[in-house]
């Protein structure tokens, strides 16, 4: 089945920085992939879709200039938090949907990322 | 605007206690519905994909089934190791590039 790798699992960083998450689909090409934010004990609530070679699109209420979205290549979408402040301390989740197998394996996530703002 | 729900939030069970969660849901053209479990602080794990009222899918002790309202997941006989948020999510047909709506889960619990 269809991979997809997270990077890092777990990241903490001072206020006011900016942190870097990456989502590699490892078997496949994706041309759309999907950031999701999930707080404790809740669901995924999506925050853009990433499609490679334009700009994200975003859902309503999420700041497009702090959460910036790169997905420069066909197996790589990048979500980069800016000038981070505790608020912004979540569990973030990137998805990919690999165009044939999708219809067997539906959308693969990747194993997420705890982010903590201190 | 797509929509789901789910029920029950949370359900106990005894090891070897069968029982059935609920997803309800309404879409504008349904193009697929999916069952994921989620462990504590990992992604979720793609489970089953229904596309059609009346479509039903089979692993080990799990069973989805679909209604042009509603899908189930059956747990026969659920052990210790079936505790996990199961989630719901729908693709709608009004939805640009594929995006999912998700319900907010159950918690299952399976005691020994």
């Known amino acids: 089945g269809a991979v997809v790798s997270q990077h890092p699992s777990r990241v903490i960083c001072k206020s006011g920085t900016s942190v870097k998450i990456e989502c590699r689909s490892l078997d496949f090409q994706a041309t759309t992939m999907f950031w999701y934010r999930q707080f404790p004990k809740k669901s995924l609530m999506l925050m853009a879709t990433s499609n490679e070679g334009s700009k994200a699109t975003y859902e309503q209420g999420v700041e497009k200039d702090k959460f910036l979205i790169n997905h420069a290549s066909l197996t790589l979408s990048t979500l980069t938090v800016t000038s981070a402040h505790p608020e912004d301390s979540s569990f973030y989740i990137c998805?990919?949907?690999?165009?044939?197998?999708?219809?067997?394996?539906?959308?693969?996530f990747g194993s997420g990322t705890r982010l903590t703002v201190v | 605007e797509d929509q789901v729900t789910q029920s029950p939030e949370a359900l106990r069970l005894q090891e070897g206690e069968s029982s059935s969660l609920n997803c309800s849901y309404t879409v504008s053209g349904l193009r697929g519905l999916f069952w994921y479990r989620q462990d504590p602080g990992k992604g979720p794990e793609f489970l089953f994909t229904l596309y059609s009222a009346g479509e039903e899918k089979e692993k080990e002790r799990l069973k989805a089934t679909l209604t042009k309202k509603e899908s189930f997941l059956h747990i026969t006989a659920p052990k210790p190791e079936d505790s996990a948020t199961y989630l719901c999510a729908v693709r709608g047909g009004g939805t640009s590039y594929g995006k999912l709506t998700f319900g907010q889960g159950t918690i299952l619990t399976v005691h020994p």
């Open positions: 998805s990919a949907r690999e165009s044939l197998l999708g219809a067997l394996y539906g959308y693969t």
